[in-house]
């Protein structure tokens, strides 16, 4: 779903973004010059209420998994204001402009199996902490059985 655009006004990519809930009428993109490999593109940057322009978020290069191979910014816009970050996409170029598309993050399937190490339940494999220091009727044994638990005042 589209939620905004982003065009070069007088040299500088200005847009904007707007769902029902949030309203960022004047952002901003900041090249960034880095040598390094992670380093983004750009940094979003928003206008707040004291009219002073902040980083709000960053923007990386990605390229589709489809047959299109097609290249596109994809980064988060995030801010204490924010009940979480919003995952925006760009799309386009400098010279036409950018759309910005947003994805919902999918939730993870609370029922889907966790494997934490140790032995998997279905025999599968070594999994937790090993084998138990508990006997059937809760004494302790193996590794510390002998000590005494009396701890002299």
């Known amino acids: 779903m589209n939620i905004g655009e982003f065009k070069v006004v007088n040299g500088r990519t200005l847009g904007w973004i707007a769902t029902r809930t949030i309203d960022l009428p004047q952002l901003g993109l900041r090249p960034v010059?880095?040598?390094?490999?992670?380093?983004?593109?750009?940094?979003?940057?928003?206008?707040?209420?004291g009219n002073r322009w902040v980083q709000v978020g960053a923007l990386w290069e990605a390229v589709a998994r489809n047959s299109t191979g097609e290249a596109f910014l994809q980064g988060s816009i995030d801010?204490?204001?924010?009940?979480?970050?919003?995952s925006i996409a760009l799309f386009g170029n400098e010279e036409d402009g950018f759309r910005v598309a947003w994805r919902r993050q999918q939730p993870r399937d609370v029922f889907a199996p966790v494997i934490r190490g140790g032995q998997r339940r279905d025999g599968g494999g070594d999994v937790g902490f090993g084998e138990s220091t508990a006997a059937p009727g809760g004494d302790l044994v193996g590794a510390g059985a002998g000590f005494d638990d009396e701890i002299a005042f």
Not at 79 to 86: A, G, N
């Open 79 to 86: 801010d204490p204001s924010l009940s979480e970050p919003l």
């Open 33 to 49: 010059e880095s040598e390094h490999e992670r380093a983004p593109l750009f940094e979003i940057l928003a206008l707040n209420v």
